[in-house]
C-alpha cells in the first residue's frame, strides 16, 4: 500500500518563524545580547539541529554558553506560542491528507522533535487535522539519530511495513531532504516561509502546495519502475 510520509512540523504547518522568535525569546531570558534577524536565520537553518545551531554560534562570536539549558528555554517558549498562536495548515495539506484516507493510501508523520511539540500542534489544528488521520507518528524519543540521519525514516518504512519506492516523502528543509533520500525515498521539497531560497535539487519536485494527484502521479511512477525492475530480473 503506497504511503505519503510528512516530515518535519513546518510540513503540515509553518511554524518557522515561530522557531526564531522563540530562539530570541531564549536569549533574552538568558542575559544574552543576541538577536537572529530573519535573513542571519534563514542561513543558519541550512544546517540541522536547534542546540547545535545555539553552539555553533556562541563558537563563532567567541562566547561560552549552555546550548542545551537555553534550547530548553527556547522549546519551552515555542510550545507556548503552539498554544497561543492561531495555526492553519498549509495550502494543500488538508486536502492530500483526506484524498490519501479515502484512497487508502497510509499517512505518517516522521519528524524527530519532542512528543510535547507534536502534541500542541495537534491540539492547535484540530479538528482539521487529528491524531487519528495518521497511520504513524515518530518522536525525538523513538528516533536514535536525528536527521539528517536517515534513521527516521528507516524506522518508519519497517513500522509501516513499506519499502521506499512505496513511498513518497514530503520536506521542508535540507535536513529532512538528506535524511529521506538516505533512506531510498523519493522526496517533495514543499519549502517553507524561511527555507524557501535554499537549494532543493536532489528533491524529485519543488512545490509551493501540495496536491494529491501530483503525489499520485509519483506514487505511480515508483510502482511501475519497481514493476519494470522485477520484470528484468526474471528475464
Avoid at 519532542?114 to 507518528?137: G, K, R, T, W
Avoid at 534513521?151 to 513499506?162: D, H, I, Q, R, S
Avoid at 521506499?164 to 514530503?170: F, S, T, Y
Wanted: charged share 25%.
Amino acid at each position: 500500500m503506497p504511503a505519503i510520509l510528512f516530515g518535519s512540523i513546518s510540513t503540515i504547518a509553518d511554524t518557522s518563524e515561530l522557531q526564531r522568535q522563540a530562539f530570541n525569546q531564549a536569549f533574552k531570558a538568558h542575559g544574552l545580547d543576541w538577536d537572529w534577524h530573519r535573513e542571519e536565520y534563514l542561513t543558519m537553518l541550512e544546517n540541522s539541529g536547534g542546540q547545535n545551531r545555539i553552539a555553533d554560534y556562541a563558537d563563532s562570536i567567541g562566547q561560552t554558553v549552555d546550548a542545551e539549558t537555553i534550547h530548553r528555554s527556547k522549546s519551552e517558549f515555542f510550545q507556548n506560542s503552539l498554544t497561543e498562536s492561531q495555526l492553519q495548515p498549509r495550502s494543500g495539506v488538508v486536502e492530500t491528507i483526506q484524498s490519501a484516507k479515502i484512497k487508502g493510501l497510509k499517512i505518517a508523520f516522521v519528524t524527530t522533535t519532542a512528543q510535547e511539540n507534536i502534541s500542541l500542534l495537534m491540539a492547535a489544528l484540530h479538528p482539521i487535522i487529528q491524531v487519528n488521520d495518521f497511520d504513524l507518528i515518530t518522536n525525538a524519543d523513538r528516533i536514535d539519530r536525528p536527521k539528517p540521519d536517515k534513521a527516521a525514516y528507516t524506522f518508519a518504512l519497517e513500522k509501516l511495513g513499506e519499502k521506499p519506492d512505496n513511498c513518497i516523502a514530503i520536506e521542508d528543509n535540507l535536513g529532512g531532504l538528506e535524511s529521506a533520500i538516505s533512506a531510498g525515498l523519493d522526496c517533495i521539497a514543499f519549502p517553507n516561509q524561511n527555507t524557501a531560497h535554499h537549494d532543493f535539487n536532489r528533491a524529485k519536485h519543488l512545490v509551493d502546495r501540495l496536491d494529491f494527484d501530483d503525489l499520485q502521479k509519483f506514487l505511480a511512477s515508483n510502482s511501475n519502475k519497481r514493476s519494470s525492475k522485477l520484470y528484468s530480473n526474471k528475464l
